[in-house]
């Protein structure tokens, strides 16, 4: 698959996983292991998009860090992102294991607003090819 038309998947299903963490505000019904999930993947599919735009192969990965480092060694500021780090543990071990008592919850609304602009900013990329 062509790195745009792939760019263009991955970016689909970010925006899917973004749909579903736009209803899963409260943590009663969506704890954070659900929603922290759902918010890693759409990250993890943005930053893979974003690399199939310049070109470059992703990383069958969740590693968040090594995307983020791919992304910067081929020219691309990701230095609003860093703070993405902090869902790597939902991407496996969050889904198996539970939270300690002391985890802090995620900061739902601050979260969504950041993937939000993320996908937004593949997506412009996108536009422009």
């Known amino acids: 698959m062509a790195g745009h038309d792939l760019a263009r998947d991955l970016l689909k299903t970010a925006s ?3 749909k579903a963490l736009e209803h899963m505000g409260d943590p009663e019904a969506f704890d954070d292991r659900i929603f922290g999930f759902h918010a890693q993947q759409a990250v993890e599919k943005a930053l893979k998009a ?3 735009l310049l070109e470059q192969a992703h ?3 969740h ?3 090594l995307l983020l480092h791919t992304l910067e060694m081929h020219g691309a ?3 609003t992102y860093w703070g993405f780090l902090d869902l790597s543990g ?3 071990r969050f889904r198996y294991e ?3 008592e002391d985890e802090e919850a995620l900061e739902r609304e601050a979260l969504l607003q950041d993937i939000t602009l993320l996908v937004e900013q593949v997506a412009t990329l996108l536009a422009a090819r």
């Open 98 to 100: 539970s939270f300690l």
């Open 63 to 65: 590693d968040l860090s």
């Open 90 to 92: 939902y991407a496996v």
């Open 59 to 61: 990383p069958h990965t």
């Open 16 to 18: 899917s996983d973004l």
């Open 77 to 79: 500021d990701v230095t």
């Open 50 to 52: 974003w690399l199939n």
